[in-house]
């Protein structure tokens, strides 16, 4: 079946740790994104990508780094100067002449103790 | 800052009342409007979508949501609400060109009493 894989879906770290959450995507979009939400404050984007070896800084890219060497990837590491990092995490894609419908992963949730 | 603005936080109806959902936008130029829906527990659906053409766009489940390029606005109305449309509601929007971001609102939560 096509769609986003997002893994671990929970993950535990310790303050000052970095943590990688993947995002495999079989549906051959150009497009994925990296979105947290948080109550009251909806999806935020965080990191998107239109191409390969392309990436572009969302509203609240700080503490985070990303990478897109393969169409079919998009990995977040939430880093240690991520201030408030426990959140859920989505990630995303989609195919800008396709409809535009974006297709989410079932998330990961993570949580710095 | 934020592109999307939902005016409303939290609405609170009975059943049969009408619902109207604000969302303001900050591009110019073509944009492409979604709304979308999470049901508790559940994860996002598409309600409805504009590209382009009639501005006052059906959805599913009695949904409807008008453009109005003047106001930069796209609201979400439902002539009567069930019980079952409990749910957070996202505006959400791309700037429809050769830009990918997708941007969404803070939500609105919305409860119906039955």
């Known amino acids: 079946d096509g769609g986003i894989t997002q893994s671990p879906k929970y993950l535990f770290r310790k303050e000052g740790q970095n943590v990688t959450l993947s995002c495999e995507q079989n549906l051959n979009h150009d497009a994925m994104y990296w979105y947290r939400q948080d109550p009251g404050q909806g999806l935020r984007l965080i990191y998107y990508?239109?191409?390969?070896?392309?990436?572009q800084k969302g509203d609240i890219a700080e503490g985070y780094s990303v990478s897109r060497e393969k169409k079919e990837s998009f990995p977040l590491t939430v880093t240690s100067a991520q201030k408030n990092p426990t959140a859920f995490y989505l990630c995303a894609s989609r195919q800008q002449n396709s409809g535009n419908t974006i297709y989410f992963g079932e998330g990961s949730w993570l949580t710095v103790v | 800052a934020q592109s999307v603005s939902q005016h409303n936080h939290h609405v609170i109806l009975s059943e049969a009342a009408s619902l109207e959902l604000g969302c303001n936008y900050s591009y110019g130029g073509t944009v492409n409007l979604f709304w979308y829906v999470q049901y508790p527990g559940q994860h996002l659906q598409l309600l409805l979508k504009?590209?382009?053409?009639?501005?006052l766009v059906k959805g599913i489940k009695g949904f409807e949501a008008e453009f109005i390029k003047s106001k930069f606005s796209f609201n979400l109305r439902k002539p009567s609400v069930q019980w079952s449309d409990t749910a957070e509601y996202f505006c959400a929007v791309t700037p429809g060109s050769n830009d990918y971001k997708l941007s969404f609102g803070a939500g609105t939560t919305v409860t119906v009493r039955a």
């Open positions: 504009y590209f382009s053409g009639d501005p």
């Open positions: 990508s239109q191409i390969v070896n392309d990436f």
